[in-house]
C-alpha cells in the first residue's frame, strides 16, 4: 500500500485528486492539506511514502516544502504538480529533491503511474520539459535582485521597495538597472517576464 499525501489549496482540486487517487487500491491518502505551512506537521503525524504538491500554495511554495521534506524526511518522495511547466521551477524542485514533476494537463492515468513510479524510487518529468530544464542556465540574481524583483512585480514603486528593504532609493535603481542588464531585458516589465518564465520568481 502507497501511502498519500495530497496537498493543494484549491478546495475543488483536492477533492477531486483525494478522490482519484483514492480509487486506486494500492493507494491510501492519509492526509491532505491546503496549505504548504501544514505539510511537514501532516507528514510527521501520519507517515506518508509520497508527497503530492502543488508548486504554489499559500504559506509555502511546494519547492520550499520539497526542500524541508528532504531535509527532515528524506524517506518520503516528492511529486510536485502545476498547471504551469517553466523549466526553472522544474530545475528548482530537482534541486530541491522532487523525484516527479507532473503537468495538471496530464491524464489521471499518467498522473496515478507517475505516483506509483516515484513511490518504487523512480523519476517522473515530462521530457520536453526535462529537456528544457536541462539547457536552463543557473539564475543569475542574487537574492536581493531576485527579493526586489519580487517586490517591483507585486507593484512596488522605487520608494516603497526602497523602504521595504531598507535601501536608498539610488541603490534600488541601481539594483533594478542591474536586473536587466543580466537578464537581458528590455525593462523591468520585460525582466520580471524573463524571470518568471524561467521560474527565477
Known amino acids: 500500500m502507497i501511502r498519500l499525501l495530497v496537498a493543494e489549496d484549491m478546495h475543488v482540486v483536492r477533492s ?7 480509487m486506486e487500491e494500492d493507494f491510501e491518502v492519509v492526509a491532505e492539506v491546503g496549505r504548504g505551512d ?20 499559500p504559506g509555502q511554495n511546494g519547492i520550499a516544502v520539497a526542500g524541508e521534506l528532504a531535509r527532515a524526511w528524506p ?16 530545475k528548482a524542485a ?11 494537463t496530464a491524464s489521471a492515468r499518467a498522473l496515478v503511474e507517475g505516483v506509483r513510479t516515484v513511490a518504487e524510487g523512480g523519476q517522473v518529468l515530462d521530457a520536453s520539459l526535462a529537456a528544457a530544464a536541462l539547457r536552463l542556465g543557473a539564475n543569475p540574481l542574487r ?24 535601501l536608498s532609493e539610488g541603490t534600488v535603481r541601481n539594483y533594478l538597472s542591474a536586473i536587466v542588464d543580466k537578464l537581458g531585458a528590455r525593462g523591468r516589465v520585460d525582466a520580471i517576464r524573463i524571470a518568471q518564465e524561467n521560474g527565477w520568481m
Open 16 to 22: 477531486a485528486l483525494v478522490a482519484l487517487l483514492g
Open 143 to 166: 537574492p536581493r535582485e531576485q527579493e526586489l524583483l519580487d517586490l517591483v512585480a507585486s507593484g512596488c514603486s522605487v520608494r516603497e521597495s526602497a523602504q521595504r528593504l531598507f
Open 75 to 90: 524517506q518520503v518522495r516528492v511529486v510536485i504538480l502545476t498547471g504551469v511547466g517553466r523549466p526553472g521551477s522544474v
Open 38 to 57: 501544514l505539510v511537514l506537521a501532516a507528514v510527521e503525524r501520519t507517515r506518508p511514502d509520497v508527497a503530492l504538491l502543488d508548486l504554489d500554495m
Open 94 to 104: 530537482l534541486e530541491a529533491g522532487a523525484r516527479g514533476f507532473v503537468l495538471k
